[in-house]
Each structure stands twice: as structure tokens, then as C-alpha cells.
């Protein structure tokens, strides 16, 4: 399948997954053979040798998971700990055994995400299709705590702590487990994991017994990661987001003042460098976009605007005791 037609296809399916009109009984019936093994994923309950702390989320796409990886790692980091970063590596095709990602590493064989990590932590970047091999060499390498990026469903991976996000904005879409929704598994799958923090939309509120994250442009940089004066305020600028949920990517933009040119491509969409050329004038991409790109283009005018994760104090709190409690 082309490139092209598995993009059609995707958005062709989020449209389904977001809209309160029931999806087509094809896409139903997928989904009620999907849900007898989906129904199965509980919580593993092996028990790993360092503390593990998984990153994820019920639905597909992302909510966020990579900027707070990034925040639980850097907090931990700035405890004296040394953490190491586990994922998949998406879309890159070094998954077969554990790879060492470096800000060097070629986005098509690790993935945009893993590049993005290993450009912004000095803590080590492990890929690998199988989380337990990459957890594995991390301990085996001198990690004394392990975040796993995405992992929620991985059954083979040992973890003593899973954190889900949930975007307050999307929820849980339709409802429905894949194809004919956006879910991984049951929402029941919650009643399992030691907290749920939701990614925060600007003017919902929570309730008091629920904790959320709020993701803030965080500084302008070129492709090769040096930092960069904003654009003009006013400009218009092309605006390309090739990540699951691009709408607050450029409704932000236009928060600063930018007349916003949107291109929403398919998460993990590669990207053309010609067609990025091609824009007129500033163009503004997000940090896993230029991710996919390696830093090979060095032309003017593109920016890539980096966001972080403010987490809540009594997460990072709760972190602080689950670890001192399993080192016990």
C-alpha cells in the first residue's frame, strides 16, 4: 500500500472515530473481532528490576505522550537518577533489536519520535519493536529507572507504573474500539492504571479529583536545533503539523498574533523538502516534522517551534514516592 493511500485511508477513518454518527456496520463488525483479543490486554503483572514508568493512552494517535516522557525524564534526571527511554520507533525500521538512538541517528530507521527524544534528553534513547529487549539493555547499560514512550498494550513489557493521557478536548471520540473507533481497548482498561492525567483544552475545566497537563511553545529553533528569533509578529506563516491532533498547533500560533496557513498532514507523514521549499515565505513546523527531516535541509525561513509538558507538582510528587518505595 502506497504511502498516499494509507494517509486517504487514515483520515478517511478519523473522520468516522470523531463524530457522534455511527460508523459503517463493516467497520463494526472489525471492531467486535477486534475487541476479543483488545478485551484481553490487562495489565501485565511481572515485576521489572528497576522502576518502569509507562507513558500511554486507550486511543491512537498521540495525546501528548512524548512531551510529558520528556518531563518525567528531565524531572528524574534533575533528582540524580539515571533514566533511559524506551519506544517502539515508529515508522523507522531498525526494530528488530535494541537500538541506541543519538541526535545523529537517521529518523527512517528509529522513527521521528525516537530522534526527537534523543535531540532533547541526554538520557539514553533505546527502540525496539519488542519493549522488553530495549528495557533489557537499558538496565543492562546503566539505567536505574525506565520511561516507556507508548506501551500501554505491550504485554511483554514488566512496568510498575502506567500513567495514561487522556486529550480533554477529543476524549474518547465515538467510543468505539478499532477500526470503527479510536480505542485501543475498553475504557474499563482505566480502572487498572495508577493515574490518569488529561492533556488540558483551554477553557474546560476539571474536576477536583482529576489531574492535567498543559503543553507551552517552548522556543523558536532551526533544523540543525539552534535557537532562533520568532518570526515578525503579524506574519503569515505556513503552518505544517504532521502529528495526530495539529488543531492546537495552529490555533497557538494564531494565539501569538500569526496569520496561520494550516497543512495538516497524517501523523508521521514524510515530508516532501522540495513542497517545503516551495512555501512562501516563514514557515513553522512542529519539533517531530523537522524530526523527519534530519536536519538536511539549510534554508531561511523554516522554524521549528518546540513545546513542553507542564506537569502537575503532585505527579512529579507521586513519581518521587513510587520510586523511593520500589528502591525500599
Not at 487498572?192 to 475545566?205: I, M, P, T
Request: charged content about 25%; overall charge positive; hydrophobic content about 40%.
Amino acid at each position: 500500500m502506497s504511502a498516499n493511500l494509507r494517509a486517504r485511508l487514515a483520515r478517511g477513518l478519523e473522520r468516522i472515530w470523531w463524530r457522534a454518527k455511527p460508523p459503517p456496520r463493516s467497520l463494526r463488525v472489525l471492531a467486535a473481532l477486534y475487541g476479543l483479543s483488545a478485551g484481553r490486554l490487562e495489565r501485565p503483572q511481572e515485576k521489572p528490576d528497576c522502576p518502569v514508568i509507562v507513558v500511554g493512552n486507550l486511543t491512537a494517535g498521540g495525546n501528548g505522550k512524548t512531551p510529558v516522557v520528556l518531563a518525567v525524564v528531565e524531572h528524574f534526571l534533575g533528582q540524580g537518577l539515571n533514566p533511559a527511554i524506551i519506544t517502539r520507533g515508529y515508522g523507522g525500521t531498525a526494530t528488530g533489536t535494541p537500538l541506541l538512538v543519538s541526535a545523529d541517528t537517521d529518523s527512517r530507521a528509529c522513527g521521528d519520535e525516537a530522534r526527537m527524544l534523543a535531540n532533547r534528553t541526554v538520557a539514553p534513547v533505546w527502540v525496539c519493536r519488542l519493549r522488553a529487549q530495549a528495557l533489557d539493555r537499558a538496565i543492562r547499560s546503566g539505567a536505574d529507572l525506565v520511561v516507556s514512550d507508548d506501551g500501554l498494550q505491550h504485554v511483554g513489557l514488566p512496568r510498575s507504573y502506567e500513567l495514561c493521557l487522556i486529550d480533554q478536548r477529543r476524549g474518547f471520540g465515538n467510543g468505539r474500539l478499532l477500526p470503527a473507533g479510536p480505542l485501543r481497548q475498553p475504557i474499563e482498561r482505566l480502572q487498572s492504571v495508577d493515574r490518569v492525567l488529561y492533556k488540558r483544552d483551554e477553557g474546560s475545566a476539571l474536576k477536583p479529583d482529576e489531574w492535567g497537563f498543559e503543553l507551552s511553545f517552548d522556543g523558536w529553533f532551526n533544523l540543525q536545533d539552534r535557537p532562533l528569533d520568532p518570526p515578525p509578529s503579524g506574519a503569515k506563516l505556513h503552518a505544517v503539523a504532521g502529528i495526530a491532533d495539529p488543531e492546537p498547533f495552529f490555533s497557538g500560533l494564531r494565539s501569538m498574533g500569526y496569520r496561520v496557513q494550516p497543512h495538516a498532514l497524517q501523523d508521521h507523514q514524510p515530508i516532501d523538502p522540495d513542497w517545503l521549499l516551495s512555501l512562501a515565505g516563514p514557515v513553522v513546523m512542529t519539533e517531530k516534522d523537522a524530526a523527519r527531516l534530519d536536519g538536511r535541509l539549510q534554508a531561511d525561513g523554516l522554524w521549528v517551534l518546540r513545546v513542553r509538558a507542564m506537569l502537575p507538582g503532585q505527579l512529579l510528587d507521586e513519581l518521587d514516592s513510587h520510586v523511593r518505595k520500589f528502591k525500599s
